[in-house]
């Protein structure tokens, strides 16, 4: 048997984490079927991306400004308040930065339909609010991904069968998943690689609507040396003539 010199007990830190938030914001029935009413005449025909496999997303055709749309408008409202927030807790000087909502889209997937591992280049924070499910993960739950294996020691060392880093310690998370239901909202930074499993409900369609923020610095600073300068004062350049 062991025998341990320092008799107190080990404390183990979580060092820099990465700041995800969530809500259940309330949602009123009326107001909820008028939406998904909605968002059904906006996907029309169409029923998934060029992959029959993967769920229909409104960015790729062609409703990507869905904050703009009457029966949107109040939900973005809610959001964009949570988002100030998220980046308030989360240390930023709200003094020195705009906040802008750079598109908004809705997605919708039917049995057997997924989203692939992906991320948000494009933008700084991204948020996503469900329209419907029953909190158990069977229309398929939304998982944000590890960029890499945590605290394995050395690169490699988690790969393969049978390695020695248990499957889902909490410590050694590669995946966290979240299930869809009405009302809840999540919020994270875009760079995080994000997918949504399979929907296994056959009788059930899955509806959420994604939102892309950019951060720049406020147009009455000017520039700032991390951030990017307020749109306001890009100038665009044309392209030259041939």
Not at 3 to 18: A, K, N, R
Not at 29 to 57: K, M, S, V, Y
Request: proline share 7%; glycine share 8%.
């Amino acid at each position: 048997m062991l025998e341990f010199l320092c008799p107190l007990p080990v404390e183990i830190h979580s060092l820099f984490p990465t700041v995800v938030a969530t809500e259940r914001m309330a949602m009123d029935p009326l107001t909820l079927a008028r939406q998904l009413q909605t968002l059904l005449g906006l996907q029309g025909e169409a029923i998934n991306n060029p992959d029959a496999g993967c769920a229909w997303t409104g960015d790729l055709h062609g409703v990507w400004q869905l904050h703009q749309h009457h029966d949107f408008q109040s939900l973005a409202d809610e959001v964009i308040a949570r988002v100030w927030m998220y980046l308030e807790r989360t240390g930023f000087d709200l003094d020195q930065i705009a906040l802008h909502l750079q598109r908004c889209w809705p997605v919708l997937s039917t049995a057997g339909q997924v989203v692939g591992r992906h991320h948000h280049p494009n933008a700084h924070v991204s948020a996503v609010v469900y329209l419907s499910g029953d909190g158990e993960g069977r229309e398929g739950s939304l998982c944000l991904h590890a960029k890499h294996q945590l605290n394995e020691l050395v690169p490699g060392l988690a790969v393969g069968f049978g390695g020695p880093i248990q499957d889902h310690h909490p410590l050694n998370q590669r995946v966290w998943t979240f299930n869809p239901e009405p009302g809840l909202l999540v919020i994270f930074p875009s760079r995080l690689d994000h997918s949504v499993a399979e929907n296994q409900d056959e009788e059930s369609v899955r509806v959420s609507i994604s939102f892309d923020f950019v951060l720049t610095a406020q147009a009455s600073r000017g520039p700032a040396e991390y951030v990017s300068p307020h749109p306001d004062q890009w100038h665009q350049c044309q392209r030259p003539l041939s």
